[in-house]
């Protein structure tokens, strides 16, 4: 697998993010970071998130697209658009439940130019672990299958971090 990587747009108040090969929580800090930053400016219209090009996607970035869906409802946007033509993939948002919180598709709806690749963030390690949790908190609360899935991993993250 391609190690993954994280490209963002921003073109007449669209929003976009593209994640490419193996997109692990060694993003998360360059995502999270990217979300909160880009969700702040005023101009956001609409989210659309690509995946057609995903070969993998960990539960901890997985949990950060599903903020972005909370957060862009809380400000009142149109629920984000989320392409997937993995089925591999694509199951997995089904699972998870973020089939509620975006509208799924199997097809890019067209072509996106001037991505440029977020920066990489550079965070402690508790740091990293605090995302991870709230990451997982936040596919927790989508449905109660999460909730199950997840439940024994937060809790051990949250006991490792306490001590």
Do not use: W
């Not at 991505?115 to 965070?123: A, D, G, I, S």
């Not at 999460?146 to 006991?159: G, H, I, M, Q």
């Amino acid at each position: 697998m391609q190690e993954g990587s994280i490209y963002s747009a921003f073109v007449d108040g669209s929003f976009v993010l593209k994640f490419v090969g193996d997109v692990r929580l060694t993003l998360c800090a360059s995502l999270d970071c990217h979300l909160e930053k880009t969700l702040a400016e005023p101009q956001v219209t609409d989210v659309l998130i690509d995946l057609t090009q995903a070969e993998g996607i960990d539960s901890t970035s997985l949990g950060l697209i599903a903020k972005l869906s909370i957060k862009a409802n809380k400000l009142s946007l149109p629920k984000p658009t989320l392409v997937s033509t993995n089925p591999d993939i694509t199951r997995i948002l089904y699972t998870m439940g973020f089939d509620h919180i975006f509208l799924l598709m199997e097809e890019l709806p067209g072509s996106v130019q001037d991505l440029q690749e977020l920066p990489m963030v550079q965070e402690s390690v508790e740091e990293m672990q605090q995302r991870i949790i709230s990451a997982h908190r936040v596919l927790m609360g989508l449905n109660e299958s999460n909730r199950e899935a997840f439940k024994d991993l937060v809790s051990t993250l949250e006991s490792v971090k306490e001590k």
